[in-house]
């Protein structure tokens, strides 16, 4: 079974930084790309950055140059660095994962629990 473990959300005051991860653990054979999705009260949840396991890396306009993703092999974790945070980055951040649990097995989707990010002063 594919685990997805967030962490790292908290409250932080506009123009700062903070860091969430995503901790992957179980039987995984490859993952050929993980995101990170954002859901804010009443909005649609968001895709705002991947990264290939080649780590090509893609962001979405409303965050790009302040965000950055990466993904730390020896750690099996997934990173988002995001600064200048703004009041409007407020959201629950989900981590996801396309996974290849074995070799034989089909492509499958997990999600990460969430964790809450709140810009506010």
């Known amino acids: 079974q594919v685990q997805l473990v967030e962490s790292g959300g908290g409250l932080v005051q506009p123009g700062g930084s903070l860091r969430v991860s995503c901790e992957v653990s179980g039987i995984i054979f490859s993952i050929p790309s993980m995101s990170w999705y954002r859901q804010a009260p009443g909005l649609e949840r968001e895709l705002i950055a991947t990264i290939t396991s080649s780590g090509d890396t893609n962001y979405a306009d409303s965050v790009k140059g302040r965000f950055t993703v990466s993904y730390d092999n020896a750690e099996s974790t997934l990173y988002l660095q995001m600064n200048i945070l703004k009041p409007e980055d407020t959201a629950v951040y989900y981590c996801?994962?396309?996974?290849?649990?074995?070799?034989?097995?089909?492509?499958?989707?997990?999600w990460g629990q969430g964790t809450q990010v709140t810009v506010s002063s």
């Open positions: 996801y994962a396309r996974v290849r649990p074995r070799w034989t097995s089909p492509m499958e989707d997990y």
